[in-house]
């Protein structure tokens, strides 16, 4: 079962736009909300994390908004380079229970 | 430099062999993970150890096998078992302790034909 929903499967934006990938969750247990960045042929790398007690983490030009009440979070990519064309990951974990849940990924293309 | 180690990069097998995938880390983490990854699927766990000795069924645990004899090193077994064993595969380390991130090394391309 699948607990996180990730969207939209695969995004395309010109350089300099503002791509938004949503996830949803289910189990109010989680706690702990990462984003992963994923390059071909390469692991995922942490890009960044939000915990439920703040509605907004930025890190650089990478932000997460979250909305405890709605069960949903998303990665805003502010002036989107050709290099930030990746694979992401929403990801979420609970307190006490290292079985981190994956969404299905989102490909991001950022044309020049 | 800190960091985890996959090997090889790319497997080929036989359908009916058993095949082992290695995983090694020095990031002196206590637990590690084996993931698979298919397209359109995200990631899904498969085993995951938090001791050494010590380790745990994953959502796609059947016709897998693992083992950790030591801290540093979790190696995967995918035998015959198991039914669709192309993929890749990613293996990772945390802390243990509750929410640390996981670090991945870059996997393992395992193509059985």
């Not at chain 1, 503002?18 to 247990?29: G, K, V």
């Not at chain 1, 990462?34 to 390059?39: A, D, R």
């Not at chain 1, 969404?103 to 020049?112: D, F, I, Q």
């Not at chain 2, 938090?50 to 995967?76: T, W």
């Amino acid at each position: 079962q699948q607990q996180v929903k990730q969207s939209p499967q695969s995004l395309i934006v010109q350089k300099g736009g503002i791509p938004i990938i949503n996830c949803a969750y289910e189990n109010t247990a989680f706690d702990y909300f990462p984003w992963y960045q994923q390059f071909p042929g390469k692991g995922p790398a942490l890009l960044i994390a939000i915990r439920p007690d703040v509605s907004e983490k930025k890190e650089g030009r990478f932000t997460i908004s979250f909305n405890k009440s709605a069960k949903q979070f998303s990665l805003h990519i502010m002036d989107s380079q050709p290099g930030d064309s990746a694979t992401y990951f929403c990801a979420a974990s609970q307190y006490n229970n290292n079985d981190m849940r994956f969404g299905a990924g989102t490909r991001l293309t950022v044309k020049p | 430099d800190g960091g985890i180690t996959q090997s090889p990069k790319y497997l080929f097998r036989k359908e009916g062999q058993n095949v082992t995938l290695s995983c090694e880390q020095n990031l002196n983490h206590d637990a590690m993970y084996w993931y698979r990854q298919d397209p359109g699927q995200g990631l899904r766990l498969i085993y995951y150890s938090q001791i050494v000795n010590d380790f745990q069924k994953g959502d796609i645990a059947e016709g897998y096998s693992v083992s950790r004899e030591k801290k540093e090193s979790f190696p995967l077994t995918v035998t015959s078992a198991q039914k669709n064993p192309t993929a890749f595969y990613l293996c990772a380390s945390s802390k243990g302790r509750s929410n640390s991130p996981l670090h991945f090394g870059n996997g393992t391309r395992l193509t059985v034909t």
